[in-house]
């Protein structure tokens, strides 16, 4: 359970690197891959002090990494234009809107968007390499409540 937390606990810190000394804001997405991780943090620092049974602990934490997983993937589709992201993050059609609509649209739309990829190494973005680890995380996970059975 503690290695799976501290991979949670890595990705993050590498998300934040990115963030403050590579000057990359996130997006609406990005952040809410965030928290996932968060919660896995925390279950592991609730494993560590042994405030509930194993098993709980290495579900949730299962479930926190499956979560941020397919958020990651939901992101990446987003990304590619395999499917539309949340409005308010995302592209949107502009047909039957008046000039005023869209300039109300234009002013309150982020300054990131969340269906561009801001960087990617070996052609994967950072939404879709949160994807695979975080499913590997997942295992982890899952591996630990097998062992706490």
């Known amino acids: 359970m503690i290695l799976a937390a501290a991979g949670s606990a890595a990705l993050m810190l590498g998300a934040l690197a990115f963030q403050h000394i590579g000057g990359m804001a996130p997006c609406k997405l990005c952040i809410w891959q965030r928290w996932p991780h968060v919660a896995a943090i925390g279950i592991g620092g609730l494993a560590m002090l042994a405030f509930l049974p194993a ?7 299962a479930l926190a990494a499956f979560a941020t997983s397919g958020i990651g993937a939901y ?14 993050c995302s592209g949107g059609g502009v047909a039957g809107q008046s000039a005023q609509d869209l300039f109300a649209q234009i002013m ?21 390499w949160n994807a695979l680890v975080s499913l590997g995380l997942a295992g982890l996970w899952l591996m630990a409540l097998r062992a706490a059975r």
Do not use: K, N, Q
């Open 75 to 88: 992101h990446t589709g987003v990304e590619r234009g395999w499917w539309e992201g949340p409005a308010s």
């Open 55 to 61: 098993a709980w602990l290495a579900g949730l934490g």
């Open 108 to 128: 309150a739309a982020p300054l990131i968007r969340c269906d561009e990829v801001p960087w990617e190494m070996f052609g994967l973005s950072m939404a879709s």
